[in-house]
């Protein structure tokens, strides 16, 4: 007799039921160049394994985590030359899985790029574009991302990242508890093609604004009738008039991006791939320390219109839907601790990304889709990966007053 394996449900868009790790014909592996954790359940298969040529590696490259150890996070493997990991074999396949199976994989190696989390317990499932093969699938649809339910076998390693319980009494009173009509407004709004993108991710900051200005009055049982009036004024177009009074200031939107990028430096860049971006937009824009922000200013304005404008004016869609997985993945508009700072982030994100964009476009005499699934991919990995480096952005546009919505409409309009 068998047994019926257990299944789950999960929503998940739908380029999940398409995703295939491509292995070692991956151009960025994920074997290569960052920490991995190993959970405590996976590190106590390892201290047990018997084999001629894994155990010598396990006993000299995963180490006990003497510091504050979780159960996600009991051990790490330690890398091995160019930050490759040990168990990588020649051909780019893990020792681990070929020797032993994936069922010995850490939670870490086992899930990635995907990432789980769980809303009123129910879980979902999407995936990060720090893959390549997840970067390509994501940004290249031009039909823009949907969602639907996908069952699957229930194992171990589908840990939700990130919990949030909206429908708990404790949230009765608060934004929380409207999460799923934020999200649904949130993802509306961002795949309105009756607008610019950009006139989309303005409006989206206006209307969570309003959210933020209920949670700060203490009155988020109004953000119900927030949506509801900001729905029909969005469809009736009544915003139209006050976007396109929105002035461009590109030397002011220059300085702030580029001291944005800046921050970037001081903490040094791991990662080839995304090194390889930043030289480009650098000699894109003929950038050095001594470059005036006029210089700056004529070259970018430049790169914008003959370069940029051109191509992404057909292909709008690879920003939609980054912005929309982004939005999706993180639990948005609760993946900061504020409304008005998760909103924040998502524009530095999209700021970065046009700004790099625009170098490499000026660079290249243009720009098509390889080159924006590269930028995208390795931004993805070297900057969404870095919290420590995101969180100090944001604290420098704070501390200099640069979150109002007057900057983030700066920073995202040309």
């Known amino acids: 007799m068998t047994t019926k394996s257990k299944t789950r449900q999960y929503l998940v868009p739908q380029y999940m039921k398409d995703f295939q790790c491509i292995g070692a014909a991956c151009e960025d ?25 894994l155990t ?13 150890p979780t159960p ?10 160019k930050g490759a990991c040990p168990f990588l074999s020649e051909e780019k396949l893990c020792g681990i899985q070929a020797k032993l199976g994936e069922e010995y994989l850490s939670n870490t190696c086992s899930q990635y790029p995907r990432i789980n989390n769980a809303v009123n317990g129910e879980l979902e499932r999407s995936a990060t574009t720090s893959c390549p093969e997840i970067a390509r699938l994501v940004l290249l649809n031009p039909n823009g991302i949907e969602f639907e339910q996908h069952e699957e076998e229930a194992t171990s390693h589908n840990i939700a990242i990130k919990s949030l319980q909206a429908d708990s009494p404790a949230h009765v009173h608060k934004a929380q508890h409207y999460f799923w009509d934020l999200r649904i407004m949130s993802i509306q709004l961002l795949q309105n093609r009756s607008y610019r993108l950009h006139d989309r991710l303005t409006m989206l900051g206006m209307f969570l604004g309003r959210v933020q200005g209920c949670v700060d009055r203490h009155q988020s049982h109004q953000i119900p009738k927030v949506i509801e009036e ?3 004024i969005v469809d009736q177009g ?13 030397a002011v939107q220059l300085l702030l991006a580029k001291g944005i990028l800046d921050q970037r430096f001081p903490h040094g860049v791991n990662s080839d791939r995304y090194l390889k971006q930043i030289t480009k937009f ?25 370069y940029y404008a051109p191509f992404m004016d057909a292909h709008e869609y690879m920003l939609e839907n980054y912005l929309v997985n982004y939005v999706y993945k993180n639990l948005f508009p609760f993946s900061e601790k504020e409304v008005h700072e998760s909103y924040t982030m998502l524009v530095i994100h999209y700021a970065m990304i046009k700004l790099m964009l625009i170098g490499i476009a000026r660079h290249h005499k243009g720009l098509n889709e390889e080159l924006v699934v590269e930028l995208i991919q390795s931004f993805s990995r070297t900057i969404e990966h870095s919290s420590a480096y995101l969180a100090k952005v944001h604290q420098a546009l704070k501390d200099n007053e640069l979150t109002s919505m007057a900057y983030m409409a700066i920073l995202i309009k040309n």
């Open 29 to 53: 592996s994920c074997c290569i160049g960052w920490r991995v954790n190993i959970d405590e359940s996976t590190y106590k298969k390892y201290v047990k394994v018997r084999d001629e040529h």
């Open 56 to 68: 010598p590696i396990i006993d000299k490259h995963v180490t006990r985590n003497r510091s504050n």
């Open 282 to 306: 650098l000699f894109g824009l003929a950038y050095t320390k001594e470059s005036t922000v006029d210089e700056l200013k004529e070259r970018y304005t430049e790169g914008y219109e003959k």
């Open 230 to 232: 900001y729905t029909a």
């Open 238 to 250: 009544l915003l139209r008039e006050e976007l396109d009074k929105i002035p461009t200031q590109i």
């Open 72 to 81: 996600g996070s009991y051990a790490k493997i330690r890398m091995g030359a």
